[in-house]
């Protein structure tokens, strides 16, 4: 059973910075992400990486946040940097696993408060 422990969520002033974590354990993964659910809106993408370390990053974010993971620890991170309000959201951690057995995996979700 794959379990995805998140960490690093919080309240900071617009301008400042906090970086996420996310431990998978049980099984290796492939890709791993970040998503984000802002009130009243649809969960989006925020940011993606392979284990061979391609990155992918919504438009929103790009130049502010950087994804990152350690393989040997199957633990992903996300830098946020220069935060605004409307980074303001859950943030789900994503785990995919492409060979047998596959799965979809999904964190618990961290609040992100970005408010002054």
């Known amino acids: 059973q794959v379990q995805l422990v998140e960490s690093g969520g919080g309240l900071v002033q617009p301008g400042g910075s906090l970086r996420l974590s996310c431990a998978a354990s049980g099984i290796s993964i492939n890709r791993m992400g970040w998503y984000r659910r802002a009130p009243g809106k649809e969960r989006e993408l925020v940011a993606l990486i392979t284990s061979g370390g391609t990155t992918n990053y919504a438009d929103s974010v790009k130049g502010r946040f950087t994804i990152s993971r350690d393989n040997a620890k199957n633990t992903v991170y996300l830098q946020m940097n220069s935060l605004k309000p409307e980074d303001t959201a859950v943030y789900y951690c994503?785990?995919?696993?492409?060979?047998?057995?596959?799965?979809?995996?999904w964190g618990q979700g961290t609040q992100v408060t970005v408010s002054s």
């Open positions: 994503n785990a995919e696993r492409w060979a047998l057995p596959f799965g979809d995996y």
